[in-house]
């Protein structure tokens, strides 16, 4: 940053996604998500500084040079839903010549009247419509660029698709279809006969709830919970407290925000980041919190476990 500063927007971030799972990121605006997947693709700013590692297979994505992220894993072997769709279609072109482009270069179709049948079922797929194929990007609303960019998503049936806010700008029926059809996704052999795993980051708890098998949840750069999704949105639940309390913030649950405002990431405390927020910190949270699936002095223990 400007003057020497320095801001580790991702610490410690330690989780897996297999063949076949889904696993929601979740957490507040700025807490790191999308840098997290920024730094998957090797899309980071030129002044930002990555370390350790992140397995695709036997590729280790933060190593990668840009030859062979361009060539071998954007779009082949990771699928992106962008987080702002309209600033990554080209402006100048139709939606159905940027599908059609994607398809003749993600599969091996050939012909034109292939090529169009083929970006006409990849936007089918993520119900865009087809009387807008023929649209450039600024003729379309925010939730059919969104619906645009999740058909060029899933044109190459990547074994990882990383779907960065995926229902932004849809009304409820849409989101609901959308994640069904990246669940389908997910669900559905590749070319390996196994499934295809989707790192789904999104601020739509219902979404999350509705075709997650994990969930994890971030806060000021951290993982601070990783659960079981069934578990996690219904009992015991979450066991974090700032878990718990996006959960009661919720229309349909409690309707109570969690209280505060998150730390800044380049002044973060030496201790729990949560603790000024929460209710159950004592002294013992001035130290960082253990590591593991709860990063949490205090965490909520349910009641069987008690007895």
Do not use: W
């Not at 002044?267 to 927020?277: I, K, T």
């Amino acid at each position: 940053m400007p003057g020497g500063r320095r801001v580790a927007a991702v610490t410690d971030a330690r989780f897996d996604v297999a063949p076949g799972e889904c696993l929601a990121l979740i957490g507040e605006s700025g807490c790191g998500k999308s840098v997290l997947a920024s730094a998957l693709l090797g899309l980071l700013p030129g002044n930002a500084q990555t370390a350790g590692s992140a397995l695709l297979g036997d590729l280790d994505l933060l190593t990668a040079d840009e030859r062979t992220l361009a060539r071998t894993v954007r779009g082949r072997l990771i699928g992106l839903v962008p987080q702002s769709p309209a600033a990554h279609l080209t402006p100048v072109r139709t939606v159905r010549s940027q599908l059609e482009e994607t398809v003749a270069a993600l599969t091996a179709t050939r012909g034109r009247a292939a090529l169009r049948a083929a970006a006409e079922a990849a936007a089918e797929r993520a119900a865009f419509p087809a009387d807008h194929l023929d649209r450039h990007p600024h003729e379309l609303s925010g939730g059919l660029a969104q619906r645009a960019a999740t058909a060029l998503a899933l044109v190459g049936d990547a074994p990882l698709l990383l779907a960065d806010e995926p229902t932004t700008g849809l009304d409820r029926d849409l989101v609901d279809r959308t994640a069904d059809e990246l669940r389908r996704h997910v669900d559905e052999p590749g070319e390996s006969g196994r499934g295809r795993a989707l790192l789904m980051i999104t601020h739509d708890l219902a979404a999350a709830e509705r075709i997650a098998d994990r969930v994890a949840v971030m806060y000021a750069g951290r993982i601070v919970e990783l659960a079981d999704a069934t578990a996690f949105f219904g009992s015991p639940g979450p066991r974090h407290p700032y878990s718990r309390g996006l959960l009661q913030a919720l229309p349909d649950r409690a309707f109570t925000p969690v209280p505060g405002m998150p730390p800044e990431l380049g002044d973060l405390p030496d201790g729990c980041a949560f603790a000024a927020r929460c209710d159950r910190a004592t002294g013992a949270c001035a130290a960082p919190p253990p590591s593991g699936t709860v990063a949490c002095h205090h965490p909520h223990v349910p009641e069987d476990v008690r007895a």
